[in-house]
């Protein structure tokens, strides 16, 4: 399996605002309607990476929540603990049939995702 990226998270201050913007802008898909309201899903096309606004008081230059696919999170925990990363988030169900998730940092301080569909 290829591990590419499966989501970005995007701070923003308001949802909604967020939503014109990049509609109007990059023409991306963008629903409110799944439960959160301070979280809003976008789609950049067929092909391309999804993720979501998520609602943030403290929206700061450079804090956007990069997720990686893999297949197996806790084989990719051991990598990443064996190579000096360290684990923030165990794995975690997001719900429905969105899958899994867990959050990581790597050996440079940088906070990254993981997702997997089982």
Request: glycine content about 10%; charged content about 30%.
């Amino acid at each position: 399996m290829e591990c590419k990226i499966a989501h970005i998270e995007i701070p923003v201050k308001d949802v909604n605002e967020a939503k014109k913007f990049y509609k109007t802008i990059f023409n991306w898909k963008v629903q409110i309607d799944r439960g959160f309201t301070d979280y809003a899903y976008f789609t950049t096309g067929d092909e391309g990476v999804g993720g979501a606004f998520t609602k943030s008081d403290k929206v700061a230059k450079g804090e956007i929540m990069l997720y990686i696919q893999v297949e197996d999170i806790p084989k990719t925990f051991e990598k990443i603990v064996n190579n000096k990363g360290k684990i923030i988030q165990e794995k975690t169900e997001i719900g429905g049939s969105f899958g899994f998730y867990a959050i990581f940092e790597d050996n440079f301080g940088n906070i990254l995702g993981l997702w997997s569909s089982k």
